[in-house]
T-cell receptor, first 114, second 111 residues
């Protein structure tokens, strides 16, 4: 089935460590996104990519990094510079960044700092 | 800067009732407005997308309306069922598919 796969589902990080969250889509979508969700809150945009080898900062990019070397993959690295990384991370994709497109989400990854 | 607000944060109703969820936004210059459903610990599922030129969209028991002039959107759920229990989020699009989300309304349908 077509969709977005995020892994791992649960991840624990020690203080000072970098961790990478995986996001793979087989929908042949050009645009991909990373959002962060805190308890009882809406989603906030971290990074987005309109096309391979291109990405842009969202509203809360500090302490995060991404790459887009392949169309189907958009991994997110949470660096040690991110002061409060414990959250639910959601990857999404859409056919393009045209405003008329439906956006599709993965099942999310829970990151906890221990 | 666009702000999207959903009130109430939580709502509990008996099964079978019709209900309305509210979404308000501060900047009326939107491309579209979307409603999503989120089950606990899961990703989001798109329910309805209303383009800025449209007034409403319908899918089954769901009907979403959009009034740009007043900065409001509503999601109407008819004949609610326990399976409708979830968090419902609305999001406006300002451009280039950059969504601004509300905090969501957690809906509980009691059997």
């Amino acid at each position: 089935d077509g969709g977005i796969t995020q892994s791992p589902k649960y991840l624990f990080r020690k203080e000072g460590q970098n961790v990478t969250l995986s996001c793979e889509q087989n929908l042949n979508h050009d645009a991909m996104y990373w959002y962060r969700q805190d308890p009882g809150q809406g989603l906030r945009l971290i990074y987005y990519s309109q096309i391979v080898n291109d990405f842009q900062k969202g509203d809360i990019a500090e302490g995060y990094s991404v790459s887009r070397e392949k169309k189907e993959s958009f991994p997110l690295t949470v660096t040690s510079a991110q002061k409060n990384p414990t959250a639910f991370y959601l990857c999404a994709s859409s056919p393009s960044m045209s405003s008329g497109n439906t956006i599709y989400f993965g099942e999310g990854s829970w990151l906890t700092v221990v | 800067k666009q702000e999207v607000t959903q009130i109430p944060a939580a709502l509990s109703v008996p099964e079978g009732e019709n209900l309305v969820l509210n979404c308000s936004f501060t900047d009326s210059a939107i491309y579209n407005l979307q409603w999503f459903r989120q089950d606990p610990g899961k990703g989001l599922t798109s329910l309805l997308l209303i383009q800025s030129s449209q007034r409403e969209q319908t899918s089954g028991r769901l009907n979403a309306s959009l009034d740009k002039s007043s900065g409001r959107s509503t999601l109407y759920i008819a004949a609610s069922q326990p399976g409708d229990s979830a968090t419902y989020l609305c999001a406006s699009t300002q451009g280039a598919q950059k969504l601004v989300f509300g905090q969501g309304t957690r809906l509980t349908i009691n059997p």
